[in-house]
């Protein structure tokens, strides 16, 4: 959402008149947006209308067809994308648990050599695991043992050791119940400073500022369209 204020300001990030077509399907074409420092921003749509695929293009993951993306005013292709990853928070709706044990997994980011300096204690893995709704876990434990719900709660306790502004997430509570998608809504705002949602999840989407709708798509002579 763009008020008069935000003219003033520079997105976090811009995706300028994209363009997206996935298997002979049109799901963007010119299509805009802007996320500003500080936004809470929740997208919705139908399944099948492209949230994950708009979502995965502004986190710099994959690219559109045409249009422009800019991080902070400097375009994606021209170091961008590099500022972007050194900022963000990747909360995917699959994820994976990248070790076969809690502390593995939980330091898989710090294996980089960009994270290496900011490799968590076990005190602190300990604390984030307690934040993100897996208190008692022990750091040992077989990954493998973990359900879906625990494992995205683990992704929660990892992102919150990386200590980023900015935060991405796709369906974090798809695995959730009542109880813990409540928690996890306070977790991401609590935690970001800058917040991007896609879920259908309505409890989900009544704890976040703004709730954005992408445009309904049209088809008249085989080419579908936005509306």
């Given amino acids: 959402m763009v008020t008069p204020q935000d003219t003033k300001r520079v997105p976090v ?3 300028r008149n994209i363009s997206v077509t ?12 802007s996320l500003y420092e500080g936004d809470e921003l929740c997208i919705t749509a ?12 502004l986190a710099g993951l994959d690219r559109p067809d045409s249009g422009e993306l800019f991080f902070n005013g400097v375009p994606y292709e021209k170091g961008g ?6 900022q963000l928070n990747w909360l995917p709706q699959r994820v994976s648990p990248l070790a076969n044990h809690v502390r593995e997994a939980l330091l898989a980011p710090f294996t980089l050599h960009a994270n290496y ?3 968590p204690k076990d005190t602190r893995m300990l604390e984030a695991l307690t934040a ?7 750091l040992d434990h077989d990954t493998s043992s973990l359900s879906g719900g625990e494992r995205q709660r683990l992704a929660l306790a990892r992102a919150l050791l990386l200590n980023r502004p ?5 369906e974090p509570s798809a695995a959730l119940d009542k109880e813990h998608t409540l928690a996890c809504a306070r977790f ?3 935690n970001s400073k800058t917040l991007l949602v896609v879920t259908h999840d309505a409890q989900l989407q009544s704890q976040i500022d703004q709730v954005i709708e992408l445009p309904k798509l049209t088809t008249t002579n085989n080419t579908e369209t936005q509306q």
Wanted: hydrophobic share 40%; proline share 6%; aromatic share 10%.
């Fill in 188 to 190: 991401l705002l609590e």
């Fill in 81 to 86: 994308r590099a500022q972007l990853y050194k």
């Fill in 13 to 15: 990030i811009e995706a």
């Fill in 166 to 170: 900015l935060w991405i997430a796709d």
């Fill in 132 to 138: 993100a709704g897996l208190p008692n876990t022990p």
């Fill in 22 to 33: 996935k298997q002979e399907h049109q799901l963007f074409h010119d299509y805009s947006f």
């Fill in 117 to 119: 300096k900011l490799k």
């Fill in 46 to 57: 139908p399944s099948g209308r492209g949230k994950t695929v708009l979502l995965r293009i």
